[in-house]
Every structure is written in C-alpha cells, then in structure tokens.
C-alpha cells in the first residue's frame, strides 16, 4: 500500500511543472504589457527599470527558470503586479473562505443526494424514482450563477431570511452553498441510484436474499458498502469540481476568497497573481485526487489484492 501512496505522490511532480509551465507560457505570450498598463505616464527608462525590480526584463527561457525554481524549491510564486503584495500570503489567506463554501456544499450534496438515489434505486421505475430523476435532470441542466442571482432576489430581497453578500457567520454561507452544490446533488443522486442498482442486481445479493436475511441487514451490510466504490470516485471529482464553482459564486456573493481575488487579478491584467492563483489551485486540485486515490484503495479490496501479488513476485524472484 505505501508503494501505490508514494507512487501517486510521485505524479504530482510533472503534472504540477507541466501546469506551471503552461499557464507561464500563456501569461508570457499574451498581448499587453503590465508595465505599461501600471505606468502609462512613465518615460521608456522609468518602465525599464520597473520592469528590472518586477522580474521581467529577461527572456522566455530565463523568466521560466526563475519563476519555476522559485514556486517548487523556495515555494514563491511571486507578487502582485498591481499591490506588490506576496502572492502566496494573499491565497492562503483567502483560501479558507472558499474551501468552507466548497465544504459545506459538499455536506450539502452528499446528505441529500445519496438518500435521494438510494430511495430512486430501491423504489425503481416508481413513480417517485422518476421525479428524483426529474429533479437531477433540473439540477444539472440549471446554471450555478443563475441559480445563486434568484435565491439572493427571493431570500435575501424578497423575503429578507438570510444575508445577501459578504462573509460572516455560517448563514452567510448557506445561499452560495445552495447555489454551488444544487448540480453536485443532482449528481450524487443520479451516481448513487446507478450503484445501489448495479449491486442490487449482483448475484451475491441475491444470494444472501435466498439465506433469509431481512432487507435493512442486505442494505446496510452488503448494498451500501459496495456501492461506495464508485461514489468515493466520483465525490472527489465533485469536491474540486465544487471548489472550481467556488469562484464563479463568490463573484456573484461577494466572498473575498480566491475566485473574488483570481477575477480581479484577470481584469487588471495582473499576471503575477494570475499565475500564482491557477498553480496554488492545481495543487489543491492535485491533493484531493490523491486523497481519493489513497481512499479508494483502502476501500477497494482489488488495489490491495493487486499490490500484495507484485510484492510477492519480487520476494520469490529474489
């Protein structure tokens, strides 16, 4: 098991370079010039020199080494053109609020949508499976950002419930959590119905039916457990999937975190924070597909299985 952890571990390596690499590059090519856009008024020598302190006046090739040995071996990824402020402190500063709006929109979605797709899958082609379906068709199809504009207009305006924008306490989290996480339930409902089905119709099931055990012991002890496979799978592709929503929704709330930070970033062309922004969230991203990866292995039996059977072939052949 710790040689499948490390092994994982050891692919985040060239996906994280390859990333930075990338968005560098984009950044690099990109037309405008951030020196010119902060200092129209300045003279060539004076734009020169501001581009000598900011770390741009080299070439391609050495600007990349520069700002690649600095984000992996100093953990830099530089400043900000427009505040000059350390990128890294300003994202770990904001990223608690998006990883709380992304955390309780998790909750949100795995404690309604797993019941919603086990009542679906237990009560198949019923009259309620179809509506739940129905209602998952509604989830995805609708638009986070459009979803988030109507509750603000009925809860916060119409019916002055909860708060409309800003940080605070947990009600200010619990519109952009509702907006963030509805496609996430819809999701978790439509996945957990197909493997409650799936496992339903399995044999060994059936087999235990025939034993004469009840219904909630088959659920409980045999059904769910082996559901969870796929749907370990699938909620970390949902979390980062709901961190990335994180940004859209906190521009419509006004949550200062790393998506009010990444936008503003991108509307003042500053690139430093740009590309500091997309690295820090692919190595978030990166982490919770190894957090399932090591998850999934605890849980699937066949990842064990496989990884015994290697060790024991090098142990005979030794």
Same mark, same amino acid.
């Given at each position: 098991?710790?040689?499948?952890?490390?092994?994982?571990?050891?692919?985040?390596?060239?996906?994280?370079?390859?990333?930075?690499?990338?968005?560098?590059?984009?950044?690099?090519?990109?037309?405008?010039?951030?020196?010119?856009? %902060?200092?129209?008024?300045?003279?060539?020598?004076?734009?020169? %020199?501001?581009?000598?302190?900011?770390?741009?006046?080299?070439?391609?090739?050495?600007?990349?080494?520069?700002?690649?040995?600095?984000?992996?071996?100093?953990?830099?990824?530089?400043?900000?053109?427009?505040?000059?402020?350390?990128?890294?402190?300003?994202?770990?500063?904001?990223?608690?609020?998006?990883?709380?709006?992304?955390?309780?929109? %998790?909750?949100?979605?795995?404690?309604?949508?797993?019941?919603?797709?086990?009542?679906?899958?237990?009560?198949?082609?019923?009259?309620?499976?179809? #509506?739940?379906?129905?209602?998952?068709?509604?989830?995805?199809?609708?638009?986070?950002?459009?979803?988030?504009?109507?509750?603000?207009?009925?809860?916060?305006?119409?019916?002055?419930?909860?708060?409309?924008?800003?940080?605070?306490?947990?009600?200010?989290?619990?519109?952009?959590?509702?907006?963030?996480?509805?496609?996430?339930?819809?999701?978790?409902?439509?996945?957990?119905?197909?493997?409650?089905?799936?496992?339903?119709?399995?044999?060994?099931?059936?087999?235990?039916?025939?034993?004469?055990?009840?219904?909630? #012991?088959?659920?409980?002890?045999?059904?769910?457990?082996?559901?969870?496979?796929?749907?370990?799978?699938?909620?970390?592709?949902?979390?980062? !999937?709901?961190? @990335?929503?994180?940004?859209?929704?906190?521009?419509?709330?006004?949550?200062?975190?790393?998506?009010?930070? %990444?936008?503003?970033?991108?509307?003042?062309?500053?690139?430093?924070?740009?590309?500091?922004?997309?690295?820090? #969230?692919?190595?978030?991203?990166?982490?919770?597909?190894? @957090?399932?990866?090591?998850?999934?292995?605890?849980?699937?039996?066949?990842?064990? @299985?496989?990884?015994?059977? !290697?060790?024991? !072939?090098?142990?005979?052949?030794?």
């Amino acid at each position: 098991m710790a040689r499948y952890i490390v092994s994982r571990f050891l692919w985040l390596i060239p996906t994280l370079i390859g990333v930075t690499i990338l968005i560098f590059t984009i950044m690099y090519f990109i037309p405008g010039d951030p020196v010119s856009i %902060m200092m129209p008024g300045a003279t060539q020598e004076e734009q020169d %020199m501001a581009r000598e302190l900011m770390g741009l006046s080299g070439g391609y090739l050495e600007r990349l080494w520069h700002y690649v040995s600095g984000a992996f071996f100093r953990l830099d990824l530089g400043r900000s053109y427009q505040t000059g402020s350390v990128v890294t402190a300003d994202l770990l500063a904001r990223f608690p609020r998006t990883l709380m709006l992304a955390v309780v929109s %998790m909750i949100l979605a795995v404690v309604i949508g797993m019941p919603l797709g086990i009542a679906a899958a237990l009560n198949h082609n019923s009259l309620g499976d179809r #509506s739940a379906m129905l209602v998952a068709i509604f989830g995805v199809s609708m638009p986070p950002f459009w979803l988030a504009i109507l509750l603000v207009l009925l809860f916060a305006f119409r019916l002055r419930l909860l708060p409309p924008f800003g940080i605070g306490g947990i009600q200010y989290y619990i519109l952009p959590a509702i907006a963030n996480c509805f496609a996430s339930v819809a999701g978790f409902a439509r996945q957990t119905r197909s493997s409650v089905l799936e496992c339903i119709r399995a044999e060994y099931v059936t087999t235990v039916r025939a034993k004469g055990v009840s219904e909630r #012991s088959v659920l409980w002890s045999h059904i769910i457990p082996n559901s969870l496979i796929p749907i370990i799978t699938y909620a970390g592709t949902q979390f980062s !999937k709901l961190l @990335a929503g994180a940004i859209v929704i906190e521009n419509v709330f006004s949550i200062p975190g790393i998506g009010v930070y %990444m936008v503003n970033a991108i509307n003042k062309r500053d690139y430093g924070a740009v590309q500091g922004a997309v690295i820090f #969230s692919s190595l978030v991203f990166c982490l919770l597909m190894l @957090a399932v990866d090591i998850i999934y292995a605890y849980v699937d039996p066949r990842i064990k @299985a496989r990884y015994e059977i !290697k060790r024991e !072939k090098r142990t005979n052949a030794a």
